[in-house]
Nanobody, 122 residues
Framework: QVQLVESGGGLVQTGGSLRLSCTAS????????MAWFRQGPGKEREFVAT????????DYADSIKGRFTISRDNTKNAVYLQMNRLKIEDTAVYYC???????????????WGQGTHVTVSS
């Protein structure tokens, strides 16, 4: 089992920045591919970004490419999502997810956090 806890959400104005954090416990963090997903109001949950278990390779959804950056610190069992130039449409609950794999891709993650709310206002 893997437990994931997100933090860092909040209210921000358009054009602003936020940094989300997710800490993991219960399994060797460096063996987990990690990802961020989000679910906006009235929308289905969607993939945001993923990072390989040992870091390095990343993949992003087209809608946030160039604005968001995923990173991880395996010494702290943490993954981060730096969100810049935020838009109204980035308003969502953001979820951290993990998969026991070298690379997780954009779907079929096994473990999920409880989510952290991000609201972008004009």
């Amino acid at each position: 089992q893997v437990q994931l806890v997100e933090s860092g959400g909040g209210l921000v104005q358009t054009g602003g920045s936020l940094r989300l954090s997710c800490t993991a416990s219960g399994r060797s963090f460096s063996s987990l591919a990690m990802a961020w997903f989000r679910q906006g109001p009235g929308k289905e949950r969607e993939f945001v970004a993923t990072i390989r278990s040992y870091g390095g390779y990343t993949d992003y959804a087209d809608s946030i490419k160039g604005r968001f950056t995923i990173s991880r610190d395996n010494t702290k069992n943490a993954v981060y999502l730096q969100m810049n130039r935020l838009k109204i449409e980035d308003t969502a609950v953001y979820y951290c997810a993990a998969k026991q794999a070298y690379y997780g891709g954009q779907r079929n993650y096994d473990y999920w956090g409880q989510g952290t709310h991000v609201t972008v206002s004009s």
